[in-house]
């Protein structure tokens, strides 16, 4: 619940599918001050997509004035903070960041911020294999990393700087001249048997 740091409330408005196959309506109010107010989840027989909205409210100043302000700002640190779930199988969500009129898909801009497609590889280090995800980005404001995933999540990352580790990125910008920004994506798959 980090964003009631920047925000006093958000409101969720989420249609999904239940356990039990039903498509349902859940609605509710979060603020740190009350915690959940004014919940109601109900069976619905509307042809809705499955879908959920997050109505962020009451932007802090200490927060609104040191945050990007347009949409395409937010989305691009959106992706860069969530890179993982957008080059993971299965992708990332159909997400679109609105803010009246204007409205992006991440997906857009994941698009934009590649600078070429990833490339994978495996490794095994004391019997454990792992994949490996390589993607280089256009120059954004993160350093380069090693991002370190296990159940489909990411679990932590590290600045290249601070791991020791030595990779050639003259190399892996093949001889470009413009700016990129390393990802390394480390994923657990399985002891070797």
Same mark, same amino acid.
């Given at each position: 619940?980090?964003?009631?740091k #920047?925000?006093?409330s958000?409101?969720i408005d989420s249609?999904?599918?239940a356990?039990?196959?039903t498509k349902?309506?859940?609605k509710?109010k979060?603020?740190?001050?009350?915690g959940?107010?004014?919940e109601?989840c109900?069976v619905i027989?509307?042809?809705?997509?499955?879908s959920?909205t997050?109505?962020?409210?009451g932007f802090?100043s200490?927060?609104?004035?040191?945050?990007?302000?347009?949409?395409d #700002?937010? #989305?691009k #640190?959106i992706?860069?903070?969530?890179l993982?779930?957008?080059i993971r199988e299965?992708?990332?969500p159909?997400?679109?960041?609105?803010?009246?009129?204007?409205s992006v898909?991440l997906e857009?801009?994941?698009?934009?911020?590649m600078?070429?497609s990833?490339?994978s590889?495996?490794?095994?280090?004391k019997?454990?294999?792992?994949?490996?995800?390589?993607?280089?980005?256009?120059?954004?404001?993160?350093?380069h990393s090693i991002e370190f995933?296990?159940?489909?999540?990411?679990?932590?990352?590290?600045s290249?700087s601070e791991?020791?580790?030595?990779i050639?990125l003259?190399?892996?910008?093949?001889?470009?001249?413009?700016?990129?920004q390393?990802?390394?994506f480390?994923?657990?798959?399985?002891k070797a048997?």
């Amino acid at each position: 619940m980090l964003w009631l740091k #920047a925000f006093d409330s958000v409101l969720i408005d989420s249609v999904f599918l239940a356990k039990d196959d039903t498509k349902n309506k859940r609605k509710f109010k979060f603020s740190g001050s009350i915690g959940i107010d004014g919940e109601s989840c109900n069976v619905i027989t509307d042809d809705i997509p499955r879908s959920t909205t997050v109505h962020l409210n009451g932007f802090k100043s200490d927060y609104r004035n040191r945050s990007p302000k347009t949409v395409d #700002a937010i #989305a691009k #640190a959106i992706c860069e903070h969530c890179l993982w779930y957008c080059i993971r199988e299965g992708g990332l969500p159909n997400t679109t960041v609105k803010d009246r009129d204007e409205s992006v898909s991440l997906e857009s801009i994941y698009e934009k911020m590649m600078r070429s497609s990833t490339e994978s590889d495996s490794a095994q280090i004391k019997g454990i294999n792992l994949d490996l995800i390589h993607v280089r980005l256009r120059s954004v404001s993160s350093s380069h990393s090693i991002e370190f995933c296990a159940n489909n999540r990411l679990v932590e990352n590290k600045s290249i700087s601070e791991t020791g580790i030595k990779i050639n990125l003259n190399e892996k910008s093949n001889n470009s001249i413009d700016n990129f920004q390393f990802n390394a994506f480390v994923r657990l798959l399985n002891k070797a048997g």
